[in-house]
């Protein structure tokens, strides 16, 4: 038997691993200062790149991919070298991937405070660096592929069967997801519209959660759980069944984002089925974790970094079981826009994600720097204070979403509303979203002692930078005497894994997303809904451009409640110019698709000058800049003819007069300003914006004029 002699590469796991500490802080304070600007307005400093709308944003692409993607390849290159014996099929390739993720996450901090947004979650970046992510995840799946392909270990552990789902379907999802039209290098519009749109960007958003969040993680989990444990994976059965099921069903749960929305029911349903059906494969990967511990539990009560798994695992178990309870109807109908969904989200993100990272870079460290943890001390406070940390922001936010939901729907016994101001539920709020902010803080500090204990174990030991191992050579022309299993088929060919994974991903999808590409009759069209004007285009992009989407939605529900406030329900035909769709997903402000010709135009001037003027007790932030900001005329052609190319009838005629056509509407919108005591130049963004919103929901008439309140 030939033994060949090699090298671990941990400078790539070293590099992410600091880049993974770096962004987490980033991430994370981003995250403190968003959810304190909902408690002090102030802290959006009257300036447009520190506003809430931008920041989001921000916030949520900094923790996914540049804080959780960095720890994810963290744990990937480190482990797939050892579970494959073999290092990483080409160091240079190693480095193209890195240098390359955190150049996109540099364009992503750069672009999302100027405001270049598409506005679709976790999928804001503009369509140059959608192309970079495209390219940089190539890289990545090349150089894994290819140790797979390089291997000295006969069998592909389970670990690695995640790993590749993860490849294939995060590559799926985002390429389809991303299909745009390119005005200039810094605009696009979304080459779906409306309903078509929204179950596109949320079969994707479901599923970068379910395989950017948890189908890596699992893998990392079946990988360095039994690593710090030293037990084996407590069962080989379910982890096949858990995997294939869980690839499976996931991909077809987006839909339950959806519910009482203008999607057609059929696929509402399909969306509800598979994320009932959902909870079996992922109680089954969690279950067969905790019972890897088995045996193993006082080690548990010794072990920081086992505790850590402990409660990541807890957490998934927890976020796994209240996604199938919070896509039944009756569950949805209470909790959906309110921040019961933030706790749901931040359980899943601070718990599972969060902390398995932490027990990851607690066990990588001390061992690439050959040492001990310099402080079990100050690594158990971590623990401690991120637990807390969880807890202060989580118990919060399901409180809030109870009541904000209940107020909602809240009647007096004469029929009326018991809460027609929107605003009473938003100031009841505030003092949730102050814990919640002093949960974030604590998680932050815990992070913060993370690093510093780590660095001081980085700085007592020596680096290993190449870790020298051997194995023998991989005989491919061998048999192994026995019971053959039949999945020993996948395990032993990874292309084939490889393929066989795309085709289970992607059945769900094409169920779903052709029909509504392909057949009119799923969204009927309204003869009165018209296109936007060029002025109101050119506002929508501005309320895009502000994020505005982050707390308000366009989507008026079939309920009693959000009839008699907002007016008429919304239909699927209201939608079909939208370029991206903006049905939101959280209303820390009212829904504003019937908000058109509700206000005289003097309100909206005043109430984006100085929200609190009009609302008194809003924590909406000024937008003091769009009076002065001069709106340019330069790009509007350019949209309008890009979003005909889309299907929009724009006709020649209104893409060639569209400055003239702007300048007229906004001469309308200044006069009414003027008249109602209100002086502004017409060339000024406010008016475009105004424009828009009061355009919203004009099309169709209301059975009822609703005052917005």
């Known amino acids: 038997m030939q033994i060949e002699h090699f090298h671990y590469d941990n400078k790539i796991v070293r590099n992410f691993g600091i880049a993974t500490m770096i962004f987490g802080v980033v991430g994370m304070l981003v995250g403190v200062t968003v959810a304190f600007q909902l408690v002090f307005p102030q802290l959006n400093f009257g300036i447009p790149y520190t506003s809430f709308g931008r920041l989001r944003p921000l916030h949520t ?25 073999a290092r990483m099929f080409s160091d240079l390739l190693s480095q193209i991937h890195f240098w390359g993720w955190q150049a996109i996450i540099a364009a992503a901090a750069i672009t999302l405070p100027l405001g270049m947004t598409t506005s679709k979650e976790y999928a804001e970046l503009e369509w140059p660096i959608d192309i970079a992510i495209t390219l940089v995840w190539v890289v990545f799946g090349i150089n894994m592929l290819g140790t797979i392909l390089k291997r000295r270990e006969r069998h592909i552990y389970v670990a690695i069967w995640f790993y590749i789902a993860t490849w294939v379907t995060v590559a799926m999802l985002h390429i389809v997801n991303s299909f745009e039209m390119p005005v200039n290098f810094f605009k696009s ?10 179950l596109v960007q949320w079969w994707y958003g479901h599923n970068a959660v379910a395989f950017f969040l948890t189908t890596p993680f699992l893998g990392l989990m079946y990988y360095y759980l039994p690593k710090l444990s030293n037990r084996p994976v407590y069962s080989y059965k379910l982890s096949i069944l858990h995997f294939w099921t869980l690839i499976f069903i996931y991909i077809w749960a987006g839909p339950h984002h959806l519910l009482y929305s203008s999607l057609p029911d059929w696929v509402q349903s399909l969306g509800v089925v598979f994320s009932i059906m959902l909870i079996a494969p992922s109680w089954g990967g969690g279950i067969n974790g905790l019972l890897t511990l088995r045996g193993a539990w006082d080690k548990v009560r010794e072990d920081t970094r086992l505790k850590f798994m402990v409660v990541a695992i807890t957490a998934y178990l927890m976020a796994t079981f209240e996604g199938p309870l919070l896509s039944l109807k009756n569950v949805n109908a209470i909790a959906h826009f309110t921040d019961w969904i933030v706790a749901h989200v931040h359980v899943g993100g601070l718990g599972w994600n969060g902390f398995m990272v932490f027990a990851m870079l607690y066990y990588l460290v001390p061992k690439m720097w050959q040492t001990e943890v310099y402080s079990k001390k100050l690594m158990n406070f971590h623990f401690w204070i991120g637990t807390l940390g969880i807890l202060f922001y989580a118990i919060p936010m399901y409180w809030a979403g109870f009541t904000a939901g209940l107020m909602w729907k809240d009647f007096n016994p004469d029929g009326t509303l018991q809460y027609p101001n929107f605003l009473e539920s938003v100031t009841k709020m505030i003092p949730f979203y102050a814990l919640r902010g002093i949960g974030g803080t604590m998680y932050l500090l815990g992070t913060l002692v993370m690093i510093y204990n780590l660095w001081m174990t980085a700085r007592q030991g020596s680096f290993l930078a190449n870790e020298a191992a051997s194995a023998p050579a991989l005989e491919t022309n061998t048999t192994v005497a026995g019971h053959h299993h039949w999945h020993k088929i996948f395990e032993r060919k990874p292309l084939l894994l490889t393929a066989v994974s795309l085709v289970v991903v992607a059945i769900g999808g094409m169920i779903q997303i052709i029909p509504m590409l392909t057949v009119d009759e799923n969204i009927p069209t309204i003869a009165s809904v018209k296109p936007y004007t060029a002025l109101e285009l050119e506002g929508r992009d501005l309320y895009i451009r502000e994020g505005c989407v982050s707390c308000h939605t366009q989507l008026v529900r079939p309920f009693r409640s959000e009839t008699e406030r907002y007016g008429e329900f919304s239909k699927s035909g209201e939608y079909i110019y939208d370029h991206p769709f903006l049905w939101g997903s ?29 609302s008194p007790g809003s924590i909406m932030p000024k937008y003091e800049w769009l009076l002065e900001n001069p709106l340019s005329f330069t790009l509007t052609k350019d949209k309008l003819a890009t979003l005909r190319k889309l299907g929009v009838p724009y006709t020649e005629e209104e893409i060639a007069n569209a400055e003239t056509s702007m300048k007229e509407q906004a001469k309308v919108i200044v006069d009414n300003l003027q008249k109602q005591g209100v002086k502004i130049d017409p060339d000024k963004e406010i008016v475009a914006m105004i424009a828009y919103l009061q355009r919203l929901g004009t099309d169709i008439k209301n059975k009822e004029e609703v005052t917005m309140k």
């Open 61 to 85: 692409n900094a923790i996914i991919f540049a804080f959780v993607g960095n720890a994810i390849f963290m744990g990937i290159y480190h482990s797939l070298q050892r579970l494959c014996k």
């Open 189 to 198: 519009y979304s080459a779906y519209a409306g309903v078509q749109d929204a």
């Open 586 to 614: 959280k209303r820390t402000g009212p829904d504003l698709q019937r908000v058109g010709k509700k206000y005289p135009d003097s309100w909206h001037y005043h109430h984006m000058r100085d929200p609190e003027s009009m």
